[in-house]
């Protein structure tokens, strides 16, 4: 008993020799001691920029409205012109899934673009288009155009049904000031160029344009910079996307039922949401079916605009322009 207690006395009074062996070392070690003092600024500057990032939080929520276009195709509006500037650089989203053929088969006949890049995603059946510059083709289940009508586009867009089924969305996205007179251009993708992504379990991504993780979409060189995802998230499931500060970033829920934000706000099918500013966005799944929404995200132009129909410009006196060199037959500008 005395020699225990002896030893715990000891041991109390004296430095332990690992201690001081360890103190010693690294004084007389100076790529030791600079390499230690590296990895601790490394480590504490990233645990600052982690703290840091803030996850946006939903800004504004709205919910498509229905609407009729073109020649009597009846559609939801998921915002348009009565939402101006809110979602700029996007001017308008149409959700023109439909499980009666006479809502849609009258289609949108002949009619001009001007100022703005049209893309039309399709889920089901197909869209036959025609245009001035002679180009003609479909638009088949989910395969993307991204068309750039720049200086002028005179075209007909015609849904048609596969298998009695149809259904898909259009989006508007302005150009600036500095493109809105730039060349017509299509980039037409097939389903089977698209990157899929399988970002978690029970977590898909579809990558139209932009980037999520090392995946990079097929539409490029757009001047708004978007990213465009169509997300999966099944029950239970997360996901996490990176997103640009300033950026204009919202999403439109197309099925299921599943939170975009940390206050837990339940969203379904239809659902608008614009998200307040912040570094990246989340979702989670909640019900038994898929929660899928699309996400995009684009660099904001903060200039005037002027709408008419099917021509965005900047002035109202660019409208006149436009509208009476369309009466004139001088509205195209390439591809005569």
């Known amino acids: 008993m005395n020699d225990i207690a002896n030893f715990k006395t000891e041991a109390a009074h004296s430095e332990p020799k690992f201690s001081r062996f360890s103190y010693n070392s690294f004084l007389t070690l100076p790529t030791l001691r600079k390499s230690v003092m590296t990895a601790y600024i490394f480590i504490s500057f990233r645990s600052y920029s982690l703290l840091m990032l803030q996850t946006r939080s939903i800004g504004r929520r709205f919910s498509s409205r229905e609407t009729v276009e073109g020649a009597g195709v009846r559609l939801r509006r998921a915002f348009g012109y009565s939402e101006l500037p809110l979602f700029d650089p996007f001017l308008m989203l149409d959700d023109f899934r439909a499980d009666r053929p006479e809502d849609y088969l009258l289609g949108v006949p002949w009619h001009p673009h001007r100022g703005i890049e049209t893309v039309t995603y399709m889920l089901e059946g197909r869209m036959e288009h025609r245009d001035s510059m ?10 993307i155009q991204w068309m750039t009508a720049g200086s002028g586009i005179i075209h007909q867009e015609m849904p048609k049904p596969v298998n009695g089924i149809m259904g898909g969305f259009q989006l508007w996205v302005n150009l600036p000031r500095s493109h809105k007179m730039m060349d017509p251009r299509y980039q037409e993708i097939a389903w089977d160029r698209i990157p899929v992504v399988e970002a978690n379990s029970g977590v898909t991504v579809k990558v139209i344009c932009g980037k999520f993780g090392d995946a990079i979409g097929p539409v490029r060189d757009i001047v708004a910079d978007p990213d465009f995802f169509d997300v999966s998230v099944l029950h239970r499931a997360h996901f996490t996307a990176k997103v640009k500060r300033g950026y204009t970033v919202f999403a439109y829920v197309i099925g299921g039922e599943g939170i975009l934000d940390e206050a837990e706000t339940t ?31 684009g660099r904001p132009f903060h200039e005037p605009v002027a709408w008419r129909g099917p021509i965005v410009m900047n002035t109202d006196a ?7 060199e369309y009466r004139d037959g001088t509205f195209i500008q390439k591809g005569k």
């Open 318 to 324: 660019e409208l006149q322009q436009a509208f009476q």
């Open 134 to 143: 002679g180009n003609s083709g479909s638009v088949d289940a989910g395969n």
């Open 267 to 297: 969203v379904k099918n239809h659902d608008l949401v614009i998200f307040s500013d912040g570094d990246n966005v989340t979702a989670s799944g909640i019900g038994i079916k898929s929660f899928r929404f699309l996400l995009l995200s």
